[in-house]
Nanobody
Framework: QVQLVESGGGLVQAGESLKLSCAAS????????MGWFRQAPGKEREFVAA????????YYGDSVKGRFNISRRDDENTVYLQIDSLKPEDTAVYYC?????????????????WGQGTQVTVSS
């Protein structure tokens, strides 16, 4: 069982940056593919980024390429999401997810564990 706890969300102005964190429990964190998703009010959950264990291969959703950066620290059991040049349309609850695998996944059905989410609100 893996427990995930996100942090780092908040209210920011357009153009600013945020770094979200997701801390995971357990001793085999490096064996998990980690993903970030987001969900805005009235919209479906959207894939943002994923990073594999072992080699740290990354994969991004088309709408966030160039502004978002996912990284991980296996020694800290933590995955990060750096968001630059925030836009009002980035406003959403951001969720961290995990699956024991070395492959990358962009669909939320492929992940087994989820955090409670952290709210990001971007004002114009």
């Amino acid at each position: 069982q893996v427990q995930l706890v996100e942090s780092g969300g908040g209210l920011v102005q357009a153009g600013e940056s945020l770094k979200l964190s997701c801390a995971a429990s357990g001793r085999t964190f490096s064996s998990y593919t980690m993903g970030w998703f987001r969900q805005a009010p009235g919209k479906e959950r959207e894939f943002v980024a994923a990073i594999s264990g072992a080699y740290g291969t990354t994969y991004y959703g088309d709408s966030v390429k160039g502004r978002f950066n996912i990284s991980r620290r296996d020694d800290e059991n933590t995955v990060y999401l750096q968001i630059d040049s925030l836009k009002p349309e980035d406003t959403a609850v951001y969720y961290c997810a995990a699956r024991r695998s070395f492959l990358l996944y962009n669909d939320y059905g492929s992940y087994d564990y989820w955090g409670q989410g952290t709210q990001v609100t971007v004002s114009s």
